[in-house]
């Protein structure tokens, strides 16, 4: 049994999914406010430990051409500080699109994005971890 958590890293808050315990479908967990990297931490070993999570998936975003942009350059030194301070693996995966995937879902839900930021960043997660989990199923093939 592998349970998984994703972190949709943002400059204002962070999107969480968690993946059931069988490690096969994604949900939303919570959104947390960023206010800093060391309370983060803090955050996200308390949510580790009660969950019982044994693998962090951290989305890496890439342009649309796949390169790397300064958001990218930020996020993967936030994946290297992750990589030390929590107690599991952290992996980056390519989070291209999933932001626009939430907001897709929020509006075939009847709302309006703009009022719904903290689930959008949820749901963001959410097809980040829902695309690992389908990836790594698959055999993990690029």
């Known amino acids: ?30 959104t947390l406010p960023n206010r800093g990297l060391a309370a983060v931490i803090e955050q996200l070993q308390a949510l580790i430990a009660e969950h019982q999570v044994s693998q962090v998936v951290v989305g890496l975003p890439k342009t649309m051409g796949n390169r ?21 693996p952290v992996v980056s ?3 291209r699109l999933t932001t626009v995937l939430a907001h897709q879902t929020v509006q075939q839900m009847g709302k309006k994005p703009s009022r719904q930021r903290d689930k959008i960043d949820q749901l963001a997660a959410v097809h980040l971890l829902q695309s690992y989990l389908d990836w790594e199923k698959s ?3 690029k």
Not at 70 to 78: G, L, N
Request: aromatic share 8%.
């Open 68 to 88: 790397f942009s300064r958001k990218t350059e930020e996020v993967a030194q936030v994946i290297e500080k992750l990589e030390a301070a929590l107690p599991v």
């Open 1 to 30: 049994m592998a349970r998984y958590l994703a972190i949709d890293w943002g400059e204002k808050r962070i999107g969480l999914a968690l993946s059931d315990p069988t490690g096969t479908i994604a949900s939303p967990l919570a």
């Open 139 to 141: 055999g993990g093939r």
């Open 93 to 95: 995966f390519d989070e």
